[in-house]
């Protein structure tokens, strides 16, 4: 069971789309429709802002995105704001009552 | 509303045995409704999943930890507990409980976390 895998930073402008990419095998993000993402502020537990690939839990503003493609899942978060400024994870289901997290993306805001 | 807290030493000797307690309030962990999760995150790197607990004593963990770790619950406390033996350096690590709802994948509930370090 390995991690997913993550860049480790990305960055954009204010008022940008950024999308970060989340890879996996067909064990876990390709075999199931259950990856989900938090963000993390310094200091602070993460935050859970979507949900089954493509959900969002209530609270959290639209600009935040999901979708899957084979194994890849991604998250895009439109109209970039100094507060999104964070770091981000993905997780998936892997079968068998087991789960595993990405490595986790640095988002800068420039 | 729930709320979970972490507990425990914040220095471990390597070799020794780490435990930490997560106390709920708000909610029972009691009954099937609910998995207790912990996840830990070493310094500068990302998150772990270590194991779920369910129903008070089903139990499912991170192969790359499972012959180091023990989950339990305490209901009379309504506690869970996480121990994990033989630490090194690398067990050095903010601990997380959480919990997730039976039937769905994600957390949508988290301790603060406690920072344990494993040092001489």
């Known amino acids: 069971q390995s991690a997913l895998t993550q860049p480790r930073s990305m960055s954009g402008s204010p008022g940008q789309s950024v999308t970060i990419p989340c890879t996996g095998t067909?064990?876990?993000?390709?075999?199931?429709?259950?990856v989900s993402w938090y963000q993390q502020h310094p200091g602070k537990a993460p935050k859970l802002i979507l949900y089954?690939?493509?959900k969002r839990p209530s609270g959290v503003p639209g600009r935040f995105s999901g979708s899957k493609s084979g194994n890849t899942a991604s998250l895009t978060i439109s109209g970039l704001q100094a507060e999104d400024e964070a770091d981000f994870y993905c997780?998936?289901?892997?079968?068998?009552?087991?789960?595993?997290f990405g490595g986790g993306t640095k988002l800068t805001v420039l | 509303q729930l709320q979970l807290q972490e507990s425990g030493p914040g220095l471990v000797k390597p070799s020794e045995t780490l435990s930490l307690t997560c106390t709920v309030s708000?909610?029972?962990?009691?009954?099937?409704?609910?998995?207790w999760v912990w996840i830990r995150q070493s310094p500068g790197q990302g998150l772990e999943w270590i194991g779920s607990?369910?129903?008070?004593?089903?139990?499912f963990y991170n192969p790359s930890l499972e012959s180091r770790v023990t989950m339990s619950a305490d209901t009379s406390t309504n506690q869970f507990s996480l121990t994990l033996d033989s630490v090194t350096a690398a067990d050095t690590a903010v601990y997380y409980c959480?919990?997730?709802?039976?039937?769905?994948?994600?957390?949508?509930?988290w301790g603060q976390g406690t920072l344990v370090t494993v040092s001489s």
């Open positions: 708000g909610g029972s962990i009691s009954g099937n409704v609910h998995y």
């Open positions: 067909s064990s876990d993000v390709g075999g199931f429709d259950y």
């Open positions: 959480a919990r997730h709802v039976n039937g769905n994948y994600y957390v949508n509930s």
């Open positions: 997780q998936s289901y892997a079968g068998n009552y087991l789960w595993v």
């Open positions: 089954d690939v493509t």
């Open positions: 607990l369910y129903h008070t004593r089903s139990t």
